[in-house]
């Protein structure tokens, strides 16, 4: 797996939620797209193509592991975050109010959760 990836992913999902923070304390909705908007738009793209290549280096790796972990539970850490970012966007583009970024804070804290996990099996700790 790529070493620096994880901590790149976790700072980036953390910005993420910080920046919906902003969305909701300044009372913006995520549509209609503004340039606040469209800012925190692009953050979940960046971490969602993050989160292939992550996703792509880690089956990768699990290909070519020579000793035994949790498989499916180490996939299922690899796909988890693939779906609820854009499943978090999709959510919080149909809600017109305040609190559509509230559904981009929750997806956003759960990456590094599900990332931090991913090293705990990685390493052998599951």
């Known amino acids: 797996m790529i070493d620096v990836l994880p901590t790149v992913l976790t700072v980036l999902a953390l910005v993420g939620a910080a920046y919906a923070g902003l969305l909701i304390a300044l009372n913006k909705a995520l549509l209609p797209l503004t340039n606040l908007s469209k800012g925190l738009l692009g953050i979940m793209a960046v971490l969602e193509l993050g989160l292939l290549v992550q996703a792509v280096a880690g089956f ?40 559509s970024a509230g559904v981009l804070i929750v997806a956003c804290l759960s990456v590094p959760v599900m990332i931090l996990r991913l090293g705990q099996i990685w390493a052998g700790h599951a």
């Open 60 to 99: 990768a790796a699990l290909a070519g592991l020579d000793r035994e972990i949790q498989t499916f539970s180490f996939a299922g850490y690899l796909l988890g975050p693939l779906v609820i970012v854009p499943v978090g966007v999709a959510w919080s583009a149909g809600e017109r109010t305040r609190w």
